[in-house]
């Protein structure tokens, strides 16, 4: 009978931290597998974008291997194993759907999100912060997010966009402020664009657009049309930095026809 392919893995996980492994493998803490860890979830994200569904099971292969990685090394100090992260995954899903595998019944997934952190809330200690479960080290515009829905959640929040477009302009107009009487202090500066950014931020949550995923397209966007003038300018056989701002606006105009 053939070996079960997730315990083939959770085998060869620790295979390569024995003994006779892998002298890479046997070095590496849970420290040195933080940035693999990251690169790995990214690059996930990446091969979602692109729609390619061969290279997101290659990916999440390398991913899951990470969680492998991560458990048998807390196994190894007999701390927990991949068993027991399963085991621990598996009783929070049953415990946070009651919905699903309990009596209770959700009409919406705005109910099973309030549910949702409703039960969170009971899970953790008394005077717990509700903002304790954001991750320190998320992307700031996904960190922004996350910390506007939780307190959303609890009213915490305004009541209709044109609001939060009308404080947007009020936080332009103090970065101008900034910008006139202060443009020596980074701080101050730093201070209003980080109030203009989270204004950002909240009128994406508004209208359910993910702020990190719609700068990534746009950030993408500019990558593709800045090529485009990079290729153009090739063909031409002139060199970018003895082009003109004209010239190149005007490959930068023609890119958006690409």
């Not at 027991?84 to 415990?95: H, N, P, Q, T, Y």
């Not at 939780?150 to 302009?169: A, C, P, T, Y």
Request: proline share 3%; hydrophobic share 35%; charged share 30%.
């Amino acid at each position: 009978m053939s070996i079960p392919p997730l315990y083939k893995l959770k085998e060869i996980a620790s295979i390569l931290r024995s003994e006779h492994g892998c002298a890479w493998d046997k070095a590496q803490t849970s420290d040195t597998l933080k940035p693999y860890l990251i690169e790995e979830a990214y690059e996930v994200y990446q091969a979602i974008e692109n729609g390619n569904t061969e290279n997101l099971k290659e990916e999440l292969g390398d991913l899951l291997y990470q969680v492998y990685a991560h458990a048998q090394l807390a196994s190894e100090q007999n701390i927990f194993d991949i068993d027991d992260v399963a085991s621990g995954i598996i009783e929070k899903l049953i415990r946070r759907h009651p919905h699903v595998f309990g009596n209770e019944t959700a009409k919406d997934k705005y109910e099973v999100i309030d549910r949702w952190e409703k039960i969170k809330k009971k899970e953790k200690e008394d005077g717990q912060s509700m903002l304790n479960g954001v991750p320190v080290h998320l992307p700031a515009l996904l960190k922004a997010y996350r910390v506007q829905q939780k307190v959303s959640r609890v009213g915490f929040d305004w009541e209709h966009i044109q609001d939060v477009v009308v404080k947007l302009h009020e936080e332009v107009n103090e970065f101008k402020d900034a910008l006139q009487n202060n443009k020596d202090s980074r701080e101050a500066l730093r201070e209003e664009i980080g109030d203009i950014l989270f204004t950002i931020v909240n009128i994406a949550r508004h209208i359910e657009i993910n702020p990190e995923e719609a700068l990534q397209h746009t950030v993408s966007k500019f990558i593709t049309r800045f090529q485009h003038i990079e290729k153009r300018l090739h063909e031409m056989n002139k060199d970018i930095t003895q082009t003109s701002l004209q010239e190149l606006d005007v490959l930068w105009e023609e890119s958006k026809g690409k």
